[in-house]
């Protein structure tokens, strides 16, 4: 790269920093009346205020439990506590998909976007609807197992029961913060402190991030308190103006001297303003604009972070800046009307041709056009997630068979339907990671196993968590014909029996596993896993949640075998109590065992 683009960089950054202190220089007075008036403000309780829990759960980014069924699932948010103030791994709460950070260090692992904001940490999210619109004053979310991964709460000014939704939709952040580790798995009543919002909202937003769990965190209920009148300010306690403490952050952070700029000279390479932050330097002179709007500064471009804010209007204003573009992220972006189908199409018209990767994770806007829009658009496109796409129609799922080029498709909580999926294995050859978890449309997992045998000789990585009816007999044809295994999740398949020979089978013609999940399928025995112990000496992961049939001898065995080894799984084992758990953690530290037990 030129010297000239990193001077370029320090001087950007030193003209945009000069410009906002000059700014502020100007109006500090201003703030400080402002300041003055406000500093002895607080609400005065005009009116009686309203406790409610969450009448109905509206859309959600994962949950651990089935489609059809209340177990661990999201919906479980809706209505008063079924378990709190008890404290365990209870069915009855609303638990997400995945916990830790054993996700990111699989084979299936997909590398982080750059620019993405540090503020914005969220992994998953759940939207509940009240009755009543309010204006907050409390929101208390009652956690009953492995507590402390919430890291916003959002309130939108839309009320979902009304017959005439508004122009335009609004989300205030209530409250944020960095994920926290939180000392032991107890039940608690979560109540932060929240923002005082200018609109009555019926409809909150929970983001979280369970990275720093020991576990699967569990919730049981919401409960949303307010007032119906707008609060009156009168003098007391002190409003603070959150712009300005990013400023002032920024000016400590950063500094305004030649001096600090010179100090971060060396590591200009690896600095990447965010979407907004270049949006804005691009308005300070003719120069630094067409430096920001250089298509080469958004060759990968995460929009994620600012879903709440992104539209038609976002998509139009940075079309002629992506025109380059390989990697877009748009997940969670666009529901509630902000884009439209002709609004995503338009844009992918002029900014498709060099995609390979596109994310889209939970866009409730997207429709058959959109996916036939994408196969024509993106050409060179390897890498799709359609993850909880959950209103696309069935049929629109052909469309995909198109790109031949696909080695990642990410379809969990879909739609797809199993005439469109054999379409697609057929035709997309070169796919290495493949997820249908919780793909309740598919009739013969077998079928799909076998053509996934036939025609997907380079697949690494295959989710097929709760699939309700794959055999013994799909296994053998994936295992024989998919040798490049290195992720397979087996998880909650009730169909799967150890005595017909199936994971023995997997173990030896699957030498590469690395990760394995055989969830909550109780026939898995001792033979299992001395099978893996002798064949898969690779493995990293492994979940046995829920057997009876594996003894302490066999884990022994496995531990002394698969010296990568760092997740294992053995929670409701009722051969391995808390003594066993105790002796392998002293004998092999390094691997984490986790063990939890029926309350």
């Not at 937003?205 to 009156?232: F, M, Q, W």
């Not at 189908?341 to 992918?348: A, I, K, M, P, Y």
């Not at 002029?350 to 050409?379: A, K, Q, Y």
């Not at 709760?466 to 009730?494: F, H, M, V, Y």
């Amino acid at each position: 790269m030129s010297p000239v683009f990193p001077m370029l960089t320090v001087l950007s950054m030193f003209y945009y920093m000069c410009l906002r202190r000059r700014a502020r220089t100007a109006t500090r007075g201003e703030m400080n009346s402002r300041r003055a008036i406000e500093s002895n403000t607080r609400a005065l309780p005009i009116n009686v205020e309203i406790v409610q829990y969450a009448k109905e759960v509206l859309d959600f980014s994962s949950h651990y439990g089935s489609e059809n069924s209340m177990s661990y699932t999201m919906w479980n948010l809706a209505g008063i506590p079924n378990v709190y103030p008890s404290s365990g791994d209870f069915t009855q709460t609303a638990v997400f998909r995945t916990y830790g950070t054993w996700w990111d260090r699989c084979p299936s692992a997909r590398l982080p976007f750059k620019r993405t904001p540090p503020t914005f940490c969220s992994q998953d999210y759940v939207e509940l609807a009240f009755e009543e619109p309010v204006y907050p004053t409390a929101v208390h979310i009652l956690e009953t197992y492995h507590p402390g991964a919430v890291v916003r709460i959002l309130a939108c000014s839309a009320n979902p029961y009304s017959q005439n939704p508004p122009a335009e939709v609004r989300w205030e952040i209530l409250w944020s913060e960095a994920p926290t580790k939180v000392n032991g798995p107890q039940a608690r009543q979560f109540t932060p402190c929240i923002k005082q919002i200018n609109f009555p909202t019926n409809l909150i937003r929970l983001e979280v991030n369970s990275s720093l769990l020991d576990y699967y965190t569990e919730l049981d209920a919401v409960v949303l308190h307010g007032v119906k009148e707008r609060p009156v300010l009168s003098l007391k306690t002190s409003m603070i103006d959150m712009n300005d403490i990013d400023e002032d952050e920024d000016e400590e952070k950063y500094g305004c001297g030649m001096d600090t700029l010179n100090k971060q000279f060396t590591c200009l390479y690896s600095i990447h303003l965010t979407v907004p932050d270049l949006c804005r330097l691009a308005q300070t002179c003719k120069l630094l604009y067409q430096h920001c709007c250089d298509p080469l500064q958004y060759i990968h471009l995460s929009l994620q972070p600012y879903w709440a804010r992104i539209n038609d209007t976002s998509l139009e204003y940075l079309q002629s800046r992506c025109t380059l573009i390989q990697w877009l992220n748009l997940s969670w972006t666009g529901n509630r009307g902000a884009i439209s189908v002709s609004g995503f199409s338009r844009f992918l018209k002029v900014c498709g041709s060099e995609l390979v990767r596109l994310e889209l994770s939970c866009g409730h806007f997207l429709n058959e056009t959109c996916l036939e829009v994408i196969t024509e658009m993106c050409p060179h496109l390897q890498e799709l997630n359609l993850s909880s796409c959950d209103k696309i129609p069935p049929q629109a799922f052909n469309h995909i068979a198109k790109v031949g080029s696909l080695k990642r498709l990410i379809l969990y909580r879909t739609k797809v339907e199993q005439t469109a999926l054999l379409s697609i294995l057929n035709f997309c050859s070169e796919l290495q990671h493949l997820s249908l978890g919780s793909c309740v449309m598919i009739e013969d997992y077998d079928l799909i196993a076998s053509m996934m045998g036939a025609k997907c000789k380079k697949l690494r990585s295959l989710d097929l968590w709760r699939c309700k009816n794959i055999t013994e007999s799909g296994i053998a044809e994936l295992a024989s014909g998919c040798q490049l295994l290195e992720e397979l999740d087996l998880g909650w398949c009730p169909t799967l029996q150890s005595s017909t020979g199936c994971f023995t089978n997997l173990a030896r013609k699957l030498p590469n596993l690395q990760k394995l999940f055989l969830t909550a399928n109780r026939s898995v025995c001792d033979t299992d896993i001395e099978e893996l112990a002798a064949n898969c000496t690779h493995l990293r992961q492994l979940d046995i949640l829920g057997t009876r049939m594996v003894s302490p001898a066999s884990l022994r065995k496995l531990l002394e075998s698969c010296k990568d080894l760092s997740l294992l799984d053995v929670s409701f084992c009722s051969q391995i109590d808390n003594r066993v758990v105790l002796e392998l953690n002293a004998n092999f530290p390094n691997v984490f065992i986790k063990k939890s037990f029926t309350q």
